[in-house]
Every structure is written in structure tokens, then in C-alpha cells.
């Protein structure tokens, strides 16, 4: 008699197909191996490509290849062979994504985890990001005293470079303890508690903090090999204090040839490069328990302040801003230096956010600001005033879609700019505001597209933009 589940499989008894959707990098049944080699003999006789566009899979090629890919196949036998990620080296694998993105194909339909007005493309992006995950393995430094190394600052301004720290540890998928699989190499150093322990408070003086990670790096390339193979180029760091930059001038390597993840990415100083190094979101945690517990905001009919900005007042940007535009000149345009009490007691700063419809970013003593973040957390469309300053993951997004850059020179033409923007175009711009919040959340336990993973992504894009490419 048949139970309701139905026949009962003899135990010991595996189903080929089930099995490459599970597992596709191992073929695990004699059958479905030989279906793999005829399959890679003629793709090599009659010149098709599987996996890398226009390139054949020669007969003796040393990249080994399965059958299937287990996100589309799903106990089907695909008409796509996959690259088995885990026997290629290193480099071979970068070269294989690099190609697999250049080459990636329009998104037939509409994902639901990706809003493509927020993408300069948006396909490129989804293919780079599934490489990602079936790819890419860092491998993490042990060296290094605490605190300045091994110990994530988690709240504050500068908590990016402290929580990416701790994701990362903690992340299986991408965290390999063989140095010779990974194609990452991560300096876990916290800029903000090497500025705690080393700087000499009113001494202007950063060169101790830039020789400290000098002789770090010199440690590592004579202890291990694995800097000296690219001189660095497969190393990076992820730093979010406004002095960030300049805790690396003194390895002519590190500042050069790494990839720096950084908050105060300003093109104009020569340390930050566009297109290698990484602008890193400056994310403002208060309470480190609940990361989240502020984010959301109000709909647009219930935004009555046309444009909002208080803070302290330092640098060459925000004493204009205040000169146009504060002490109560203008109603429609709430610019304070630091809150006053009578105006805090009534709405708080949080709430004058979720109350505008633009949040003003000016930069201060350097271009990054975290109240860019903050806007997005609150659902208000930022105005970016800083010249020089290179977008978070512009590598990307096109910031167009859901923000205003002023340049600093049209301070004084501020509220006709905002006010020029149609209702129309507010209401798009804002929408994507709203979808975009999910790409720049913290959370305890990463999510895909979350904040950690567009960090570790724009780093792995970065590395495998600079692979060379064979002939």
C-alpha cells in the first residue's frame, strides 16, 4: 500500500538532476558525467561558448565545467554549462566574471529585489553581484594588536568601517582560512581607533598614525607572499574617519595600488582614485542594538518644509549656506547652525527631516557627510553640496534618479533650484528614495543588496575592473 507521499525511495538511491541543482560544481553520478564530456567535446568541435561570450571552450582547456546552474535549472538539465568556480585559481576566476559582466544580457523582466531607474545598468550589476556570490572568497589578516585592528567601532559616525568589520568576520560565505583560494585581501584595521590611540590630541600631526600603518604592511609583505604577487592591488581597507586617506600616504603601495574603502572620498587630493577606490556611505548608528530604529519617514503630502539643514559650522561650505540662507531668512528654507532649543522642544531633528521635502548635505571640514545616509533613512531626497566628492557606489547607481547636486558656486540660487524641480519629477525622485533605503541598511544579520554586501561588491567590482584580460 502507497502512503499519501507516495512510493518510498530506496535509501541510498540519488536522482542525477536533483543533485546538479544542489550541488552544481560536483557532477556525482557516472551517467551525468558522460553527458558532461560529450557536451564540452562538442562545444570545443563546433566553436560555442558556455559561460564566457564569445570565447570557445577549448578541448583541453584546464577550466573544469558542470552541468546546470542551480538558480534557473532547478532539477532540470540546462542548456548553459557552468564553471565549476571552486577549481579555477585566483585569477582565473576574476577573469572569467569580468568577461561573464561585460558580456551580461538585459534583464528580461522586472526583478523584484532591483529597481533599475536606481542602476546606471542595471543588468550588469545583477551579473556581477550573482559572481559575487558564487565566487569571490577573502581572506582575513589575523596580524595586528587591538584595538586599532580586530575591533569594530559600532556606533557613532564613523560605525561603517566597525560594522562592515564585524559582518565580515562573521560571513562564511565569503571569509576563506586558505590563503592561496582567495582573490581579497582584508587589512581589518579601524582608522577611528588608530586616531584614538596614536594621535597626539592638538598636534596637527597625523604622521604617526601613517608610519604605524606602514610598518603593519611592511610586517605582512615579510612575513607572508602574498602582497608582494600584485603589490598590494589585491588588498584593500575599509576606513570611515575623515583622516582616513592619510593613514596611508606613507606605503607608496598601499596608497597607490590598494583599494581603499573610504568615507571622505575626495577626488581632489590625489589619495582617492575614481574607479579603483571605493566611496564609502558615512552611516550614523545611535543605538547599536537596533540599528534600524529610526529609518522611515512621512508621504509626501505631510512635507511641508521645502528644505532642512542644522549642524555645526566648519569648513568653506556651510558658512555660505548659512549666510544665504539661515537665521530664519526664508520659511520655506529651515538652515540652522546647531538646533535651537525654542525650534527643538516643538520638532525634533529627526523629525524636521521627515517633515522636508529636500535634506541639505553640505560638506564640512571634508566632502563626506553623513546626513546623506540620514536622508535616505528618513525618506527625504539629499541635496549634495561638495565639490570633488565621489558619490557612494556611483560605480553603480546614478544618484540622478533620486538626489540634487549643487555645485558649491549656486548656494545662492539654492531655492530656485529646488523649486524648479516639477512635482512630477519629486515624486519619482522620491519613490526611489524609498526603494533605494534597502541598499543602505545595517543589519545584524546581512541581507542580499544590504548595505554590507553593496560595500563588499563595490570592492569586488573594483578588483575584477583591473584584471587584465588575456588576448
Same mark, same amino acid.
Given at each position: 500500500?502507497?502512503?499519501?507521499? $507516495?512510493?518510498?525511495?530506496?535509501?541510498?538511491?540519488?536522482?542525477?538532476?536533483?543533485? *546538479?541543482?544542489?550541488?552544481?560544481?560536483?557532477?556525482?553520478?557516472?551517467?551525468?558525467?558522460? +553527458?558532461?564530456?560529450?557536451?564540452?567535446?562538442?562545444?570545443?568541435?563546433?566553436? +560555442?561558448?558556455?559561460?564566457?561570450?564569445?570565447?570557445? @571552450?577549448?578541448?583541453?582547456?584546464?577550466?573544469?565545467?558542470?552541468? $546546470?546552474?542551480?538558480?534557473?535549472?532547478? $532539477?532540470?538539465?540546462?542548456?548553459?554549462?557552468?564553471?565549476?568556480?571552486?577549481?579555477?585559481?585566483?585569477?582565473?576566476? #576574476?577573469?572569467?566574471?569580468?568577461?561573464?559582466?561585460?558580456?551580461?544580457?538585459?534583464?528580461?523582466?522586472?526583478?523584484?529585489?532591483?529597481?533599475?531607474?536606481?542602476?546606471?545598468? @542595471?543588468?550588469?550589476?545583477?551579473?556581477?553581484? &550573482?559572481?559575487?556570490?558564487?565566487?569571490?572568497?577573502?581572506?582575513?589578516?589575523?596580524?595586528?594588536?587591538?584595538?586599532?585592528?580586530?575591533?569594530?567601532?559600532?556606533?557613532? +559616525?564613523?560605525?561603517?568601517?566597525?560594522?562592515?568589520?564585524?559582518?565580515?568576520?562573521?560571513?562564511?560565505?565569503?571569509?576563506?582560512?586558505?590563503?592561496?583560494?582567495?582573490?581579497?585581501?582584508?587589512?581589518?584595521?579601524?582608522?577611528?581607533?588608530?586616531?584614538?590611540?596614536?594621535?597626539?590630541?592638538?598636534?596637527?600631526?597625523?604622521?604617526?598614525?601613517?608610519?604605524? %600603518?606602514?610598518?603593519?604592511?611592511?610586517?605582512?609583505?615579510?612575513?607572508?607572499?602574498?602582497?608582494?604577487?600584485?603589490? $598590494?592591488?589585491?588588498?584593500?581597507?575599509?576606513? !570611515?574617519?575623515?583622516?582616513?586617506?592619510?593613514?596611508?600616504?606613507?606605503?607608496?603601495?598601499?596608497?597607490?595600488?590598494?583599494?581603499?574603502?573610504? !568615507?571622505?572620498?575626495?577626488?581632489?587630493?590625489?589619495?582617492?582614485?575614481?574607479?579603483?577606490?571605493?566611496?564609502?556611505?558615512?552611516?550614523?548608528?545611535?543605538?547599536?542594538?537596533?540599528?534600524?530604529?529610526?529609518?522611515?519617514? %512621512?508621504?509626501?503630502?505631510?512635507?511641508?518644509?521645502?528644505?532642512?539643514?542644522?549642524?555645526?559650522?566648519?569648513?568653506?561650505?556651510?558658512?555660505?549656506?548659512?549666510?544665504?540662507?539661515?537665521?530664519?531668512?526664508?520659511?520655506?528654507?529651515?538652515?540652522? *547652525?546647531?538646533?535651537?532649543?525654542?525650534?527643538?522642544?516643538?520638532?525634533?531633528?529627526?523629525?524636521?527631516?521627515?517633515?522636508?521635502?529636500? !535634506?541639505?548635505?553640505?560638506?564640512?571640514?571634508?566632502?563626506?557627510?553623513?546626513?546623506?545616509?540620514?536622508?535616505?533613512?528618513?525618506? !527625504?531626497?539629499?541635496?549634495?553640496?561638495?565639490?570633488?566628492?565621489?558619490?557612494?557606489?556611483?560605480?553603480?547607481?546614478?544618484?540622478?534618479?533620486?538626489? @540634487?547636486?549643487?555645485?558649491?558656486?549656486? +548656494?545662492?540660487?539654492?531655492?530656485?533650484?529646488?523649486?524648479?524641480?516639477?512635482?512630477?519629477?519629486?515624486?519619482?525622485?522620491?519613490?526611489? @528614495?524609498?526603494?533605494?533605503?534597502?541598499?543602505? #541598511?545595517?543589519? *545584524?544579520?546581512?541581507?542580499?543588496?544590504?548595505?554590507?554586501?553593496?560595500?563588499?561588491?563595490?570592492?569586488?567590482?573594483?578588483?575584477?575592473?583591473?584584471? &587584465?584580460?588575456?588576448?
Amino acid at each position: 500500500m502507497l502512503s499519501r507521499r $507516495g512510493p518510498r525511495r530506496r535509501r541510498g538511491h540519488r536522482v542525477p538532476h536533483l543533485l *546538479a541543482a544542489i550541488v552544481p560544481q560536483r557532477v556525482h553520478h557516472k551517467a551525468h558525467g558522460r +553527458i558532461v564530456r560529450r557536451e564540452l567535446d562538442a562545444a570545443a568541435t563546433s566553436n +560555442i561558448s558556455y559561460g564566457v561570450t564569445s570565447t570557445a @571552450v577549448p578541448a583541453a582547456s584546464k577550466t573544469s565545467y558542470v552541468r $546546470g546552474d542551480a538558480s534557473k535549472t532547478r $532539477g532540470t538539465y540546462g542548456a548553459r554549462m557552468q564553471p565549476s568556480y571552486w577549481r579555477m585559481a585566483p585569477e582565473e576566476a #576574476l577573469r572569467y566574471a569580468k568577461k561573464e559582466i561585460m558580456a551580461a544580457e538585459p534583464v528580461a523582466a522586472a526583478d523584484p529585489d532591483l529597481y533599475a531607474p536606481l542602476f546606471k545598468n @542595471v543588468s550588469q550589476f545583477k551579473r556581477s553581484y &550573482q559572481l559575487m556570490e558564487r565566487i569571490l572568497k577573502v581572506y582575513i589578516y589575523q596580524d595586528g594588536r587591538r584595538p586599532i585592528f580586530h575591533t569594530p567601532p559600532l556606533s557613532g +559616525i564613523y560605525a561603517s568601517e566597525g560594522w562592515f568589520m564585524k559582518l565580515l568576520k562573521k560571513s562564511r560565505p565569503f571569509v576563506v582560512a586558505d590563503a592561496a583560494k582567495a582573490h581579497l585581501f582584508y587589512l581589518p584595521y579601524s582608522s577611528q581607533n588608530l586616531r584614538l590611540s596614536l594621535y597626539v590630541p592638538d598636534s596637527h600631526n597625523l604622521r604617526p598614525l601613517a608610519v604605524y %600603518l606602514r610598518d603593519f604592511v611592511k610586517g605582512l609583505a615579510a612575513k607572508y607572499p602574498f602582497w608582494n604577487r600584485t603589490r $598590494g592591488a589585491d588588498h584593500f581597507l575599509v576606513a !570611515c574617519h575623515d583622516w582616513g586617506p592619510y593613514t596611508t600616504t606613507a606605503h607608496r603601495d598601499l596608497s597607490r595600488n590598494s583599494i581603499k574603502a573610504l !568615507c571622505n572620498a575626495d577626488s581632489s587630493e590625489g589619495i582617492f582614485t575614481p574607479g579603483k577606490d571605493v566611496s564609502l556611505p558615512e552611516t550614523t548608528i545611535r543605538t547599536p542594538k537596533r540599528p534600524l530604529r529610526y529609518v522611515g519617514g %512621512l508621504p509626501i503630502s505631510r512635507r511641508h518644509i521645502l528644505a532642512f539643514f542644522a549642524g555645526n559650522v566648519h569648513g568653506r561650505v556651510r558658512p555660505v549656506l548659512l549666510q544665504h540662507w539661515g537665521k530664519g531668512q526664508d520659511e520655506d528654507m529651515r538652515v540652522y *547652525a546647531l538646533l535651537p532649543g525654542r525650534v527643538s522642544r516643538t520638532m525634533t531633528y529627526i523629525d524636521h527631516m521627515k517633515n522636508s521635502r529636500f !535634506c541639505l548635505c553640505p560638506m564640512g571640514y571634508e566632502v563626506n557627510s553623513p546626513r546623506i545616509v540620514e536622508a535616505l533613512y528618513y525618506e !527625504c531626497v539629499p541635496v549634495i553640496i561638495a565639490d570633488n566628492f565621489v558619490l557612494p557606489f556611483s560605480d553603480v547607481l546614478d544618484w540622478s534618479a533620486f538626489s @540634487v547636486v549643487v555645485a558649491e558656486k549656486d +548656494i545662492p540660487d539654492l531655492k530656485k533650484i529646488l523649486q524648479g524641480i516639477s512635482l512630477r519629477r519629486y515624486v519619482a525622485m522620491h519613490d526611489c @528614495v524609498k526603494r533605494l533605503q534597502r541598499h543602505f #541598511l545595517w543589519h *545584524a544579520r546581512p541581507l542580499r543588496y544590504d548595505l554590507f554586501h553593496m560595500i563588499l561588491h563595490s570592492i569586488w567590482l573594483s578588483r575584477v575592473n583591473h584584471v &587584465q584580460l588575456d588576448n
